[in-house]
């Protein structure tokens, strides 16, 4: 195997699974390692160092190997420059181009490492070397000639290390999808989180789907927003038309109840809705015009807080406010997870997975669906932040709305 | 289609979907029916009445209909009294033995129709003609020579008919098992209805599976028992074992959520809570010499409710208060159900399965599970009187123990 | 009640559970009714009638009642024309506009019905008084001005009838969503309907997930396009580029396999592809210069068939070929599912549902996903002709392709 | 922490994973631990070596500590011999009881180390000090007297090794249940594993669930057995009674799909078909009798295979066949997967947790069930050898069969 790469490991390398899932990646994929140096801390507490080198039968095959290598933290031992090419043209990059990680990342310019802002999954990396800045961008937002990095020179990943001494839920159940866990005491824990990100200063994200109107638990939601513990809520036109729906008309929830069948009855009333707010201009307008006095989407507006919703093809409608175009959409997600603490995502695979495609690692997401499936869909994108929970999306909000202490 | 027998239904034929369902059964099973006569009432509360004659091409297809259009409460024209034969052999019936239903049935013994005793589904009949007698037996029970009635003359079924003015929950949600609907108001109902029951002086079946221990529900179940909102306890090994553990070493909860590993750790506990209790001698012992202090378990014993733990091969041990006989384990359960009330299913599927084949239909009946298909086999046994819901097992008993004002 | 409307009902109304359900929906909104005639046919070939006299507390109650009812496919006695109003602004309803369902509607006027063309659910219907001329448009693409129908008067619909004559699977499974049956049996019969569409001159649409790529089974619908069993195919960004990364790097099979994580390796496949497609111009560029030569994208080009890719915010990318503005990407699928005769949903659920609300009640859908919670969803909003099938999308195209005879 | 223990680690203890396995599990639950040696292999085939010192705070937390790292393969260091006390009384064990995991195990006697016969889940090991033999034995049977191993001196573990060279389904797939996999290679492999088990005179055991033959998928389970690929079929009541009535009506499939309605109609098939096999005296005798002439239950009889029925508490009847006592039952089924090489648990959690707990952990275990939950469930209790398979249990068989060449 000819091919040929150092790399180093840092760290909690042995209980943070770095070193094995390092063996594992080069295995798995198909090139070999010698052990060059390797020294592993007494204590539990002490950093370990590692000095490998890394062989491949391919120069494809290596560099997937340190790609995969760089998700987990290795640093490449070569010192070079991070290399960059031009965009070819609008919205696609060169070939060879690097696709980043949602971990912090630097770039190595004139022998220096540079922080890499806007750091998002599977994005491109846009170099200023004049200004020494570097950013994510996503491929469909880069221009002709813009400075794109390539290969994998002169990039490191930091990985986000396991803590033991931090809290109980978000340290310990991050892979865990179970049903069949004490669920109460972890929604107090996701309780006394939300009150840390706000204490800190930072942003609290719901990412919630239609059942939380239909399953009445809209009132718990809109306390929590009264009550300012939601910064920004995003979703998609039916949680909107839905509780617009049971504010109008009184009857979401009596019709849903009485007739057990979303299609009959609560249909015509569905599209009576979107027509009202349609007729009125649009959520805002329709607060302002007296029309719209109750519900979810009447606290996001008195609260101000950043509601953003996106189109999607199942859209009945849409309500005005319902950003048609993805593309524009997912812009305005991205503005609205800035300074994200925390995301709540809750029964919403759709929304959940843009949402948590956007968001760095670092910030803690719980998912909350009833469908296992679902759930772990979210949490395998996942970091050691995750807390992914099986479990009824009213239930859990009523639950979340008393641990807050915000009334049901 | 020369095999001819002739029907009538009465009551709320229509609007309780007796008569399509007739028409519906006669066609799939490939027979015919002319309509003889039929009376339609002209407002929603004057009953109907039809007169059909059913017409199939084999005296085997006969039968198969008439079989079913029993369960759905058609009244065989014929005035015969029911026929019965010795069952042949201990633990064996006649061939062309009559099955029932779990609804209320009446055989016709000397042109008068006697009430069937111990009534549940797939027994059969066995007739003391002398004492004009008729009660229901499983086919492993009948001794060689007991008269069983066999073919469909003489036998008449009751059905459940639809009430549209009762309660919320148990008249319209029957058939429904999403989690797209607000639960914490059927919980409310139930809740009412669990009130009702008692008033009556009727009992509450509680049927559950370990993950309400998992789950840390443990205490609302026993808050619930404590208070005297459960008559009997239907499980098995897993759930006393796991109850046990909790109790003895403090840790179920603590380990669980550190290690999120059931196997680890836990299994120990595990085997040596099943140990202590078996030196012990039994549950009952084990709270008598002051071993076992709390928990599900102890709060039953204390409350001295009826407690069947069932034996199941997936068991470890078992404790030696599980029975072991499945046979005989059945014949405990239904004495320990009967003049049940409402029967609540929780995170179980074998027992719960097995306890709602020995309820009468009118038995009302809650099935909680967090996976549909769990629920979904649960209600198609059903009746007009099951809800089924799909939620958290867990919150469900904490929603329910609060309604009840229990304490969680 | 003072509040009266009188309706007919004509044809199968018992065994096709018209009578009954017209009966449940009036007194499940509240309503009472007097049956003013009532004809049974003698035999079950023979058709029936009935005469009706709602009544309901309210004008609003009586509405809905007839909303309801004509659903079902009652007619309203009085023989007034269709009224209609001008639509208040671009993209809005007068507010009492009558919403369709997906049944063959006609519309009163001058005392002559005239059909309503590009029938589907919940959308206006236009009046041309002039030209005689009615169809259905979304709330959207509505401009002020235009006439839209109003009220319940003057329209009839025309239910579906449930057929007892015809093919095995879909009169009877139409309500099924079990994994418990025969499914090889349903599949052979899908086969066979496939033929009897493609005979009929209609068009088969398949409406895909990326599932289908992930498990291998992209060689069988690959093949089933190759012989011309596919007229559309209708997805998203994500089925496309797994495609193209299995085409062109030939790896995600062996990659997945291997590493079984989503993330590592090929990941960085997944966003070269789409860098690839994005240089090239789009798919047919890609084929046209050879860069892509095999998979299901290629297939469809070089078979020329429709070929709907609508984006959605959780698209990489995305591709050139994706229509990210979703009102568009519904008009232009609302345009390839056209004269459709079968529609094939498969492991998609967002796509499904829009395709699903597009299509008229008489184009026999299958819905196949192995995630129940799924199929149900598609299901509730069926028809008698939807299949809901329970199983593994890959099983099922290997079974479908070998069951049409264009090998897997 | 004052209670301390040295302990071995051998062989690929990095890529492995058991090095840092056992730093989390010391860490996890509570403990602490100092690296007294560590020697990392140079290249990917050499062993390495740890001497870790284990602290803990109590007795207790040390002695789960060394439960726990024993599993993962840990050696105590000490070169004490194997502690034993005699068992208090029938069926109970000593308090400190040694709990087996299903790994080959030895217990030191006298400086020697000699293995654990009969090794199982969570037995206890009976010691005959004189004779120098060990064996696993299940609580319930263990009687007074007798000497049972106790503590953790003395007892070592060889946990399997995950080998990278093995062939692609079961060495890379274990702990993967996503259905959006490509299954049809699995089935591949898991055939070409089942030939490989038989050529080396082990056997193919068979859990099965009533699903196989609701689904139709009895043709193809029947085929398998017919051409010796099934050595044990372990079930309960219900698949052999379904089988039955499929045999002996020739409607199970017939009525299944036409009346899509397991209660009505079947029901009745169902309880004249367990009466059938009782009145013959049980299925081997109806099938010299003449009675039951196919199916996968004569096949089993007339290969006379081990065919193991049992009991539980929702079993109807049930057949003569069955055990009804779940002890005897689960000492049949051990005696019936001696020497298993393969077992397929097919659409069934109860009797495939209760025999995979029997089963030493490098038998290979293929678990298949179209539920998630049910899947994760068998997984969880898993080994290295462990595939299991989120998919449709009818396609599956019909697959396996096509590849093992035995018709469908």
Chains 1, 2, 3, 4 share one sequence.
């Not at 020494?132 to 390539?150: C, D, N, T, Y």
């Not at 189109?311 to 609205?336: C, F, K, N, Y």
């Not at 669906?369 to 992914?388: C, E, Y």
Request: hydrophobic letters at 45%.
């Amino acid at each position: 195997m000819p091919y040929v790469e150092e790399i180093y490991l840092r760290g909690h390398i042995i209980d943070s699974l770095i070193l094995p899932r390092t063996f594992d990646t080069v295995m798995d994929l198909g090139g070999d390692f010698d052990v060059l140096e390797i020294n592993v801390g007494k204590h539990k507490d002490d950093p370990s160092f590692a000095h490998l080198r890394i062989r491949a039968e391919s120069d494809a095959m290596l560099a997937e190997i340190l790609d995969n290598l760089m998700v987990i933290g290795a640093e490449v031992a070569s010192t070079a420059d991070a290399q960059s090419k031009p965009a070819p043209k609008d919205g696609a990059l060169p070939p060879d181009f690097y696709s980043t990680t949602n971990l912090p990342t630097e770039v190595r310019v004139d022998g220096e490492w540079i922080p890499v802002a806007d750091i998002e999954m599977d994005v491109a990396i846009v170099l200023d070397r004049e200004r020494r800045r570097a950013k994510g961008l996503p491929m469909a937002f880069v221009s002709a000639g813009e400075q794109i990095v390539v290969g994998h020179e002169g990039v490191r990943v930091h990985p986000l290390e396991r803590s033991r001494d931090t809290e109980l839920g978000f340290s310990f159940m991050n892979s865990d999808v179970s049903s069949e866990k004490p669920k109460r005491l972890v929604i107090e824990e996701i309780g006394a989180e939300i009150k840390r990100v706000k204490a800190e200063g930072k942003r609290v994200i719901v990412v919630g789907g239609p059942a939380i109107i239909h399953t009445g638990a809209a009132a718990a939601l809109a306390a929590l927003i009264r009550a300012g513990y939601v910064d920004a809520l995003l979703g998609g036109n039916a949680i909107a038309v839905h509780d617009v729906e049971a504010a109008l008309y009184g009857t979401s929830l009596g019709v849903n109840l009485k007739t057990a069948a979303p299609v009959e009855g609560g249909h015509h009333h569905h599209m009576r809705a979107i027509n009202t707010i349609r007729l009125a201009g649009g959520l805002r307008e329709a607060v302002e015009q007296g029309i719209l006095t109750e519900g979810v989407m009447y606290e996001a507006i008195k609260a101000d807080i950043d509601l953003v919703l996106a189109g999607s093809i199942r859209d009945d409608g849409p309500l005005p406010d319902v950003i048609t175009d993805v593309l524009v959409a997912q812009q305005t997600m991205r503005e609205a997870v800035q300074n994200a603490g925390i995301a709540l995502m809750i029964g919403t695979m759709l929304h959940s997975i843009a949402t948590g495609n956007m968001l760095p690692a670092h910030v803690r997401t719980v998912a909350v669906d009833i469908n296992p499936a679902m759930v772990t869909k979210l949490a395998d994108r996942g970091s050691w932040q995750a807390i992914a929970l099986v479990t009824d999306a009213e239930l859990f909000l009523l639950e979340l709305a008393e641990v807050l202490g915000v009334g049901r």
